[in-house]
């Protein structure tokens, strides 16, 4: 199975500020069947990007993705105070899928 | 619009077996193409994938857990269930039905889009 690496465990900034968030994969993701999801406290995770740079429907811009092969990332343009939250990253390119560990954004 | 519930008991003795149900509207597995799945997560911890059932009956388990998984549909009720069997403490987390949209039906895994909102089970004494 593909292990999916995030980077950093927790990462914390200000309103405004933006943010980038890391996931490596054990290998190469196919196809870059990359997805990232977002989730608030109590709340399911909301699907973010897909393909590793396309955005979900309803999802602002400042959401990007980006990456391929074993390297991806998300990135915050200028992050509002609803985009602190827990980021997971998840690859189906392989025989089976796998998410990531989280990253937490915190307020800082 | 899609949507998706779990149900099933919020407490479990260790060494029982788990049953939980999926009921989904706006869509249905006799279509092409269409695929629901189990997650679960663990009290602050990560996301795993379990189980995916497809449109034609044809089902995947994570490797790890295939032994006590067992993932069906029942097309008449939208309906898909998730037993898992000898459950422990450890199984302790929230699970979760979604939606996994397929970009081809020859690759057959996908992203999650529609989420249920998830329901705690805790397999305690």
């Known amino acids: 199975d593909i292990v999916l690496t995030q980077s950093p465990g927790t990462l914390s900034l200000s309103p405004g500020e933006r943010a980038t968030l890391s996931c490596r994969a054990s290998q190469s993701v196919s196809s870059n069947y990359l997805a990232w999801y977002q989730q608030k406290p109590g709340q399911a995770p909301r699907l973010l990007i897909y393909?590793?740079?396309s955005r979900a429907t309803g999802i602002p811009d400042r959401f990007s993705g980006s990456g391929s092969g074993t390297d991806f990332t998300l990135t915050i343009s200028r992050l509002e105070p609803e985009d602190f939250a827990v980021y997971f990253c998840q690859q189906y390119g392989g025989s089976l899928s796998t998410f990531g560990q989280g990253t937490k954004l915190e307020i800082k | 619009q899609i949507t998706v519930k779990e149900s099933g008991p919020n407490l479990v003795r260790p060494t029982q077996t788990l049953t939980l149900t999926c009921t989904f509207s706006g869509l249905s597995l006799t279509t092409s193409g269409v695929s629901v799945g189990w997650i679960r997560q663990p009290p602050g911890k990560a996301l795993e994938w379990l189980a995916v059932?497809?449109?034609?009956?044809?089902?995947r388990y994570n490797s790890s857990l295939k032994s006590r998984v067992t993932i069906t549909k029942d097309t008449s009720k939208n309906q898909v269930v998730l037993t898992m069997t000898n459950m422990d403490p450890v199984d302790t987390a929230t699970y979760y039905c979604?939606?996994?949209?397929?970009?081809?039906?020859?690759?057959?895994?996908?992203?999650?889009?529609?989420w249920g909102q998830g329901t705690l089970v805790t397999v305690s004494s």
């Open positions: 059932i497809y449109w034609d009956d044809d089902k």
């Open positions: 393909g590793a740079s």
């Open positions: 979604a939606h996994m949209r397929l970009l081809s039906t020859w690759h057959r895994v996908g992203f999650f889009d529609y």
